[in-house]
């Protein structure tokens, strides 16, 4: 197995580049016992850049990127830039270009993390989130802007490709899984044309995994099950808006949006995929030493996991379930968090 990877690391604005030093704090503690060697290039991407030169993304460091193992991002957008152009031009346009159509987002109630449910139940699932097509492809435009008579629209794109490709893999994960269930979640009784290419395709492939549940909810109905059955779920499957959604509310019945990770997977490999937190640059919190690095860390996971390393990923999970029940409400700083959880991978690799 390789040892040696090209990491990108693109900390981006706010809070990203805080816990991005965290999780990279960690990897190297992980790499360094498992004879990985992580050669990092930073790339100064985000609002900083936008200022100063106007670029977003350059073709030609989409490319420099491009030729990496994987990338560890940490988050975009800030206040002091119009809203969509760092998320649009610098974040979606990584997701598209580098195909990730699998935006992969697991959601794990760790014993003694604090919830707002009162009878969780075990809460175990991974949300499949199509990464590349749906609404966010930027399929719209408007007309007489800032007018009374404005007309604006964003249509959702969703290709029989697109949609069998995501769905095909979240097949494969729910049969991976003990309890082989697959839950797809759109909303096909009004949008009729996407949510029944949707349903058919679903239809279609589990014909090939037999031994796979199938279940489907309406978004809204979803929504009501995540905060009163989350436990029923195991992979859910759905479009990009539904599960940008559906994935903030995973994280706040799972202990908050500071311990969700996910990853941006190019299940092919044919470019590399990206991981991150599912948070955003939370600006409103930023250069304060307040955020939760945990999130971070735990896409460094899936990160390594990707790779193959699926033991080295293994051991930061246990090191954050570990930190996590230590914790018992106390506030500490984004770096103290990050120290906590890499002494306890650095102690599990001295005892291993
Ligand atoms: N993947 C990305 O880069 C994403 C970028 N964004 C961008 O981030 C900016 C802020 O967006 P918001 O809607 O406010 O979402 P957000 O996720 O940044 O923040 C929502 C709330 O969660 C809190 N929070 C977020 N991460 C935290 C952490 N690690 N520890 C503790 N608390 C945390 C924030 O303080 C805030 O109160 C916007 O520019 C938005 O477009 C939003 C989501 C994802
Ligand atoms: C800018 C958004 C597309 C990012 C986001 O909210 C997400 O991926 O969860
Ligand atoms: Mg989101």
Request: glycine residues 8%; charged residues 25%; aromatic residues 4%.
């Given at each position: 197995m390789t040892s040696s990877y090209?990491?990108?690391v693109v900390a981006g604005d706010g809070i990203g580049p805080e816990v991005t030093d965290q999780a990279l704090k960690v990897l190297d503690v992980v790499a360094q016992?498992?004879?990985?060697t992580f050669e990092r290039t930073a790339y100064d991407l985000g609002a900083r850049r936008w200022h100063a030169t106007g670029e977003t993304l350059p073709d030609s460091v989409l490319e420099e990127i491009r030729g990496h193992d994987a990338i560890l991002l940490g988050a975009v957008?800030?206040?002091?830039v119009p809203s969509g152009v760092l998320e649009r031009g610098l974040l979606l346009r990584l997701r598209f270009e580098l195909d990730h159509y699998?935006?992969?987002?697991?959601?794990?109630?760790?014993p003694g993390v604090p919830t707002p449910l009162a009878d969780p139940g075990d809460i175990d699932f991974v949300v499949v989130r199509e990464g590349t097509e749906g609404p966010y492809v930027g399929n719209g435009g408007a007309i007489r802007v800032g007018t009374p008579q404005e007309v604006a629209t964003e249509v959702s794109l969703n290709t029989a490709f697109g949609v069998?490709?995501?769905?095909?893999?979240?097949?494969?994960r729910a049969q991976a899984r003990p309890r082989r269930k697959l839950t797809l979640v759109h909303k096909n009784n009004v949008l009729v044309h996407a949510g029944h290419l949707w349903s058919r395709t679903v239809d279609a492939v589990a014909a090939e995994f037999p031994d796979v549940t199938v279940d489907y909810l309406h978004v809204d109905a979803a929504t009501i099950f995540l905060a009163t059955d989350p436990a029923r779920f195991d992979v859910i499957v759905t479009d990009n808006l539904f599960g940008d959604i559906l994935t903030d509310l995973a994280a706040a019945i799972t202990g908050g949006i500071g311990l969700a990770a996910s990853g941006n997977v190019n299940p092919d490999r044919t470019s590399p995929s990206m991981f991150e937190p599912v948070h955003g640059s939370a600006p409103d919190i930023a250069g304060q030493s307040k955020a939760d690095p945990t999130a971070a860390i735990l896409s460094?996971?899936?990160?390594?996991?990707?790779?193959?390393?699926?033991?080295?990923?293994?051991?930061?999970?246990e090191a954050v379930e570990a930190d996590i029940a230590a914790r018992a409400g106390q506030p500490r700083s984004t770096q103290e968090v990050g120290e906590a959880i890499a002494s306890r991978v650095a102690g599990a690799v001295s005892v291993a």
């Open positions: 090209s990491l990108a016992d498992a004879g990985l957008g800030d206040p002091s699998v935006n992969l987002r697991p959601s794990k109630l760790f069998e490709r995501v769905v095909r893999d979240a097949f494969a460094a996971g899936l990160l390594l996991e990707h790779l193959g390393h699926a033991e080295q990923a293994q051991r930061i999970t």
